[in-house]
Structures are given as structure tokens and as C-alpha cells.
């Protein structure tokens, strides 16, 4: 691929022999297209086929990935793409008010989660449902989110992850402030308790200027932030190739920071370039951007028709990529994991699903002065006259406002 580096525009007065060695600027954009998959530049370990790449830059960040190693992300990834499946159904019978799937991301998450120190801080946005399985997030905790009974229900502090951020790109904010504490506080360097963040957003959200903004402070401070774009092409309708002229990745390079793109369904790749940005937080090298390039298969939320901006052939295509099949077929090839393991991850995730069915059935729904009692820390005259307010209306119904 084509990069600015190598072409320069001629001088003033230079005549035809001077230009004609040069690509026109068209030509460069054209070979720097938002959507193209990176060519050389695209960080890949094991490819749609199931082949393990080696790799002298990042096999030394993938020492500790053995057998049972790459086992355990295989199931990581089914248990979550089966809670996935088992949520999506439960909205459409009225059992959540909303679900954002992650249907075909679940590499990009579990590798990226996996490379995660327990000290460390992650800020998700939305659909990091994979992101949070690995920070121990329980994935009943998720439900009340998407049933609006809650507004995220874990201890952010205790499991090193952000509430969820609805609002586009404001997580990236969040993220830089925090990133620039814990530079300011000392907490980089070379020992084992160096911190880093890890900041997800999408395609779409490097569109707003919260995400340039928290671009810009990262860098100038040295936060030890990564930013992790899962760049799944789709912001709702929107390609990719109508938010950016060039691929994600390199607009770091425009805030002093470097950017890698790895194929954002090879877990591998993505925990080695994870974990090697997150190294480099840590040391105190300041920022650096992932671009995951992925593809959401299914809706941007269940509110979503993908079938009325997309064709069905561009699906089919990236089906053939499926992160969980290549992860299938190289633990088959190698002789890593024999049939009685798929079949064992494949019952364990019915179960895992069964269990988070029957607990959103029985969810109770929370007094009505809860949404009161769970926002600030510390109650106030204003919030007070709020609550009386709005429970003497509720008390204005027959039935006291419980319908």
C-alpha cells in the first residue's frame, strides 16, 4: 500500500520529467482507501484458514499462548458470541428494551481483554459485552443495562471497567483523563504495577470531535492510553469509507502517536498488538491506536435493519472470516483439541445461556424511586424535591403509578 511518505509534490516551475516518476495524489488516495483490508500493513497470526503466521515482532508477546492457552480463548469467544445470540432473542420477546450485538467482533474483544493487567483501566462503549466477560464482569450485570433497570451494576474500581458509555466517543474523554492520571500520578515505568487504559470506540465514533480531543490530550501529556477501534465498516448505515479518506490507523500518525492495523477477528493478532501497545503505555511511550479491522454481522442494535444499507453478498463474504471458525479448524489441524472439547464448549455455552434466560425472567423491575437513589454519591435538596415530585404524581394513579 501507498503511503504520503512516498510521494512529494513537485516544485514550483518543474517540468513533465519531474512529475511523470511521482503517482498523482488521486492515485495515492485510491491506494489508501478507508475500507481496503491493509495489505502489508494489516497485522495477521492466523489467518481465515486457520494457519498461524509467525511474526519476530509480536510471537515474543504470544510466549505464555500454549495449547490450553488458545483453548480457553476459543471458548471465551463461543460462550460469548452464545450469550450474544441468547440476549438478541430475549429483546425481540420483550424481555429487554434494546440489545447491541457483537455478533463477529468477539475476536477483537477477548484478544484485546485477555492482554489486559488486573491493574489496568478499560473504558467500553456499548457493545464491549466481550471486553467485560474478561474484566469478570458477570454477564447478568449486563442484562440490567439493556432493561433499563440499571446503569452498569459492577464495581468500576474493582474490576477495571468503565460504566457503559451510550453517548459517541465520550468514553475517549473519560479515558484520556483518566490515562493522564495515571501519568501524573507516577503509576509508569518498567516494574510489574505500571497501569495503562484501553479505550474502545468504533468506525463511526472517530467522526466526533470528543475522540480528536482526547487524541490531542493523550498525546501532548504522554497518557499511557491505547485507543482500540474495532472498525467493524458499519457507523449504523455509514461505511467506513464516508467517515475517512485514508484507513484509521494512520490518523495517529497526525497527533504525534503511532497506529497499527491487525485483522480484528484473528484473536491472536489482536491480543500480541494489544498486548505490545498496552508495553508501551506501561513504559511511558505515550499513546498509541488500533485500528481492529472486523465486521459486524448483524444490526447496530436490535432497532436496526443492516438489510436496507448493505448487501447480503458483502455478509457472505466475511462469514469465510468468521474468528471463531479459524480458531475451530487451527486447534483441529494441529491436534490441539479434539471433537469431545467442541462439544463440551458447545454444551457448556447452551448452559451458560439457559442461565442467563432464566435470570432475565425473572428479573424483578425496581421501585420507581431507584432512579433517584442511584446516580450521585450523596443526596442534595434539589434531587430530594425531585424524588416527592415525581412519586406523589406516580401516587396520583389508581394503581400508585404500577403499571
Not at 483501566?121 to 459485552?129: N, V
Not at 460504566?163 to 474523554?173: K, S, W
Amino acid at each position: 500500500m501507498s503511503s504520503p511518505e512516498q510521494w512529494t509534490r513537485p516544485e514550483p516551475g518543474a517540468g513533465p520529467a519531474a512529475t511523470a516518476a511521482q503517482p498523482s495524489p488521486e492515485q495515492v488516495i485510491a491506494g489508501l482507501r478507508a475500507t481496503a483490508e491493509g495489505g502489508t500493513e494489516l497485522t495477521q497470526l492466523l489467518t481465515p484458514e486457520g494457519e498461524r503466521l509467525p511474526s519476530s515482532r509480536f510471537d515474543p508477546y504470544l510466549d505464555d499462548v500454549d495449547d490450553e492457552a488458545l483453548r480457553n480463548l476459543y471458548r471465551d469467544m463461543v460462550l460469548v458470541r452464545r450469550a450474544d445470540r441468547e440476549s438478541n432473542a430475549m429483546q425481540r420477546q420483550g424481555q429487554l428494551g434494546i440489545w447491541v450485538p457483537l455478533l463477529g467482533q468477539e475476536a477483537a474483544q477477548i484478544g484485546s481483554g485477555r492482554a489486559l493487567k488486573p491493574q489496568d483501566m478499560a473504558f467500553p462503549s456499548y457493545r464491549e459485552h466481550g471486553v467485560a466477560y474478561t474484566r469478570g464482569v458477570d454477564f447478568k450485570e449486563l442484562l440490567g443495562i439493556f432493561r433499563c433497570t440499571d446503569q452498569s451494576a459492577w464495581d468500576f474500581a474493582d474490576r477495571g471497567l468503565h460504566p457503559y458509555t451510550i453517548v459517541i466517543g465520550n468514553q475517549v474523554l473519560n479515558a484520556a483523563g483518566y490515562a493522564m492520571g495515571q501519568r501524573f500520578e507516577g503509576k509508569v515505568g518498567d516494574d510489574d504495577t505500571a497501569e495503562a487504559t484501553i479505550c474502545y470506540f468504533g468506525d463511526g465514533a472517530t467522526s466526533q470531535g470528543d475522540v480528536h480531543e482526547g487524541f490531542v490530550w493523550a498525546s501532548v501529556y504522554d497518557a499511557p492510553l491505547v485507543f482500540f477501534c474495532q472498525n467493524n465498516q458499519w457507523a449504523i448505515s455509514e461505511p467506513t469509507e464516508r467517515q475517512s479518506r485514508l484507513p484509521l490507523y494512520q490518523r495517529a500518525r497526525g497527533y504525534g502517536f503511532p497506529g497499527i492495523r491487525v485483522d480484528g477477528n484473528d484473536v491472536l493478532g489482536c491480543l500480541a498488538v494489544t498486548r505490545w501497545a498496552l508495553d508501551e503505555c506501561r513504559r511511558g511511550n505515550g499513546p498509541v491506536l488500533i485500528e481492529a479491522f472486523t465486521y459486524r454481522m448483524d444490526a447496530h442494535t436490535t432497532t436496526d435493519d443492516p438489510t436496507r444499507y448493505r448487501l447480503s453478498d458483502e455478509l457472505e463474504v466475511w462469514k469465510h472470516k468468521d474468528p471463531i471458525e479459524r480458531v475451530r479448524v487451527h486447534l483441529a489441524r494441529t491436534g490441539a483439541a479434539e471433537q469431545e472439547f467442541f462439544d463440551e464448549v458447545e454444551a457448556e455455552a447452551d448452559r451458560f445461556a439457559a442461565e442467563l434466560r432464566e435470570y432475565c425472567f425473572a428479573m424483578p423491575d425496581p421501585p420507581p424511586e431507584r432512579i433517584f437513589s442511584e446516580v450521585y454519591a450523596e443526596p442534595s435538596p434539589a434531587l430530594d424535591a425531585q424524588r416527592e415530585e415525581y412519586l406523589a404524581y406516580l401516587g396520583g394513579f389508581a394503581d400508585g403509578g404500577e403499571r
